[in-house]
Every structure is written in C-alpha cells, then in structure tokens.
Antibody, heavy 115, light 112 residues
Framework: QVQLQESGPRVVKPSETLSVTCSVS????????WSWIRQPPGKGLEWIGY???????SYNPSFKSRTSISTDTPRNQFTLHLSSVTAADTAMYYC??????????WGRGTLVTVS | DIVMTQSPLSLPVTPGEPASISCRSS???????????LNWYLQKPGQSPQVLIY???SRASGVPDRFSGSGSGTDFTLHISRVEAEDVGLYYC?????????FGQGTKLEIK
C-alpha cells in the first residue's frame, strides 16, 4: 500500500519560495503521475500541477510561472516549489498519486503559512 | 478550464435516510477510452480527501456499498442509500479528463 508524506517549513515569508517535499513509501515513483493539490483554510481544493516519472510536468495556468516540481528518484521523493508567495498561498498542501483510473491517493498534507 | 458545479452546498440529513449530491461539468467528461473521468471524494473533518467513486460509477476499494455514482457526459450524481453518522464531511467531485484538473466547490453533509 503506497503511503505519501509531505514535509517542509511551516512558515514562509512573503516574496520567498515555498518548497514542500513528498516522500513516497510502499512503491516506486516511477511510471506514475504525481500531483500537488492545495486547500486554503476553510476553502476548496485546487490542483497545482503534476510530474510524471521524473520528466514530464503540467502546471495549472492560474499559478502562471511561479510553480515547478522537481524529482529525486533514488530517494523516491518529489518537491513542489512555489515562488513569490503571498498570504493567499497560505494553505494545506497535499501530494497525491494518480491511479491509472484517474483518481488520487492522497497524503496527509502539510500546512504552510505565509507570514 | 472545465468548471465543476455542485449542488447543494449544504446537505442536512437524518440518519438512515438517503441523500444525493449533483455535479455538473462545463464540458463532457467522456474520454476516448469510453469512460467518464469523474471522481467523488469525501473529506472527513481533519483528514485528507479519500476517493469514494472513480470513473463516475466505480466504487473504490473499501468503500461501503451504500455509496454509488451515476451519470455521464456533463451530469453526475453521488447517491448515499442510508446515511450514517460517519458520513459527515465535505464531498467533492473532480474531473480528471484534462488539465488543469478541477474540483467542485464541495458539499457539506451534516447529520440532523
């Protein structure tokens, strides 16, 4: 059973870059789509982007060019980088694996506050 | 972007009674493989979302059979045959047909 665990700083200063890492256990990150989704406090879910097998990526245009996802395949981890953050980027950040049938298996999430 | 619209946004239900949530998409979610790429998730208080239904009508492993999904194209429904206290939380539909993947606003189910 694959398990995902997010980690990163709890507080990031405005204008800096937010970086959150997802550590995957119970399976390889090869040959799957891995996404980042966020949820501001008391609000709904927003897909940020995905990475496939350490190569192809797709990002939500609403984040313009602020987003990138990097991979560390030997360590079975991938990392979200979100630059030029503001208070509006305060949210719970989830990583998720996309099943071949298109649904997500989610991590527990990590709360990042921009302040 | 595909816009997902759920209704109702609030759903008070008496235990043992049925409930349903509607989800409409601004474009058809039918994939060339012949499936509708529509998922339903439940986010229980303090937890991350968990999948209930995928491909519009397939129940995920471990999900009670009181949950079912129906619909195709642009109109979808999540059915709960008999609501239990443990079903409280936020229900989201999500389209996985094309990026950016998008979610409905969420429906809050509460027990009367």
């Amino acid at each position: 059973q694959v398990q995902l665990q997010e980690s990163g700083p709890r507080v990031v200063k405005p204008s800096e870059t937010l970086s959150v890492t997802c550590s995957v256990s119970g399976g390889s990150i090869r040959n799957f789509y891995w996404s980042w989704i966020r949820q501001p406090p008391g609000k709904g879910l927003e897909w940020i982007g995905y990475m496939y097998d350490g190569g192809a990526t797709s990002y939500n245009p609403s984040f313009k060019s602020r987003t990138s996802i990097s991979t560390d395949t030997p360590r079975n981890q991938f990392t979200l980088h979100l630059s030029s953050v503001t208070a509006a980027d305060t949210a719970m950040y989830y990583c998720a694996r996309e099943d071949s049938s298109g649904y997500f298996v989610w991590g527990r999430g990590t709360l990042v506050t921009v302040s | 972007d595909i816009v997902m619209t759920q209704s109702p946004l609030s759903l008070p239900v008496t235990p043992g009674e049925p409930a349903s949530i509607s989800c409409r998409s601004s474009q058809s979610l039918l994939h060339s493989k012949g499936y509708d790429y529509l998922n339903w998730y439940l986010q229980k208080p303090g937890q991350s979302p968990q999948v209930l239904i995928y491909l519009a009508s397939s129940r995920a492993s471990g999900v009670p059979d009181r949950f079912s999904g129906s619909g195709s194209g642009t109109d979808f429904t999540l059915h709960i045959s008999r609501v239990e206290a443990e079903d409280v939380g936020l229900y989201y539909c999500m389209q996985a047909l094309q990026t950016p993947y998008t979610f409905g606003q969420g429906t809050k189910l509460e027990i009367k």
